[in-house]
């Protein structure tokens, strides 16, 4: 079991992985003031799910240049890592967003970063 997270600055998606079947589903949205989500929710998350390891999408440019949301969302997988002493794993996650409103019809942008989330920890068992 793995948890993935895709880092927003006002939301952060959150997934469940499996390792057998290398799917995952949509969990929820977190709420993040500034990009700092409510510590005491992840780590209930982190305790009802107990994940081997976290993912932690990566949002680099299309060229492969990083902007300022790349460096928020390192601070934030280092901030995980230390916090629950779990290993973090940052993948790629360049259209994720794209690809879950694709897949949705829902205009909730909630279940958007969500399903992205999933999209994420999906690339990152399928490596």
Same mark, same amino acid.
């Given at each position: 079991?793995?948890l993935g997270f895709d880092f927003g600055m006002k939301h952060i998606g959150v997934a469940t992985?499996?390792?057998?079947?290398?799917?995952?589903?949509?969990?929820?949205? +977190?709420?993040? =003031?500034?990009? /700092? @989500?409510?510590?005491?929710?992840?780590?209930? #998350?982190?305790?009802?799910?107990a994940p081997k390891a976290l993912i932690v999408g990566n949002p680099i440019n299309m060229d492969?240049?990083?902007?300022?949301?790349?460096?928020?969302?390192?601070?934030?997988?280092?901030? +995980?890592?230390? =916090?629950?002493? /779990? @290993?973090?794993?940052?993948?790629?996650?360049? #259209?994720?967003?794209?690809?879950?409103?694709?897949?949705?019809?829902?205009?909730?942008?909630?279940?958007?970063?969500?399903?992205?989330?999933?999209?994420?920890?999906?690339?990152?068992?399928?490596?």
């Amino acid at each position: 079991m793995v948890l993935g997270f895709d880092f927003g600055m006002k939301h952060i998606g959150v997934a469940t992985g499996q390792e057998i079947t290398k799917t995952a589903s949509p969990l929820k949205s +977190l709420q993040a =003031k500034d990009g /700092i @989500p409510d510590w005491d929710e992840v780590a209930n #998350l982190i305790k009802e799910w107990a994940p081997k390891a976290l993912i932690v999408g990566n949002p680099i440019n299309m060229d492969g240049t990083t902007q300022e949301i790349t460096n928020c969302a390192k601070r934030f997988a280092g901030r +995980l890592k230390h =916090k629950f002493k /779990i @290993p973090v794993h940052m993948v790629d996650e360049r #259209l994720t967003t794209w690809e879950a409103k694709q897949r949705l019809t829902d205009v909730n942008i909630a279940k958007y970063n969500a399903e992205a989330a999933a999209i994420i920890t999906e690339q990152w068992l399928n490596l």
